[in-house]
Nanobody, 125 residues
Framework: VQLQASGGGLVQPGGSLRLSCTVSPFTLDFYAIGWFRQAPGKEREGVSCISKTDSATYYLDSVKGRFLISSDDAKNTVYLQMNSLKPEDTAVYCC???????????????????WGQGTQVTVSS
């Protein structure tokens, strides 16, 4: 399984970005997809995850109401729409997938076996 993340960049506080994670060669139908981020000097944390089997979602408390995870099954792509970005959102964002992740484990990065490369998100004026 390969995951390709894209969409990062430099944005001013209050701005928006949309990250994309394309999974191949399998379909998303039976996978959980998660977005994780790691800021300099900090541990990696789960930002938002979605389970394609039951559409369950997870959001980190600090991004609730600002970020939205969605998927386009025809494109095997999961998106992370990030609005009202803050400097503290600055990090390398990467996506991960796994068919065995269950609802209660959505935000557990250890549960994910497939990882893509990161994309840098920098929020700065």
């Amino acid at each position: 399984v390969q995951l390709q993340a894209s969409g990062g960049g430099l944005v001013q506080p209050g701005g928006s970005l949309r990250l994309s994670c394309t999974v191949s060669p399998f379909t998303l139908d039976f996978y959980a997809i998660g977005w994780f981020r790691q800021a300099p000097g900090k541990e990696r944390e789960g930002v938002s995850c979605i389970s394609k089997t039951d559409s369950a979602t997870y959001y980190l408390d600090s991004v609730k109401g600002r970020f939205l995870i969605s998927s386009d099954d025809a494109k095997n792509t999961v998106y992370l729409q990030m609005n009202s970005l803050k400097p503290e959102d600055t990090a390398v964002y990467c996506c991960a997938a796994d068919p065995s992740v269950i609802h209660s484990n959505l935000a557990n990065q250890i549960a994910y076996g497939y990882w893509g490369q990161g994309t840098q998100v920098t929020v700065s004026s």
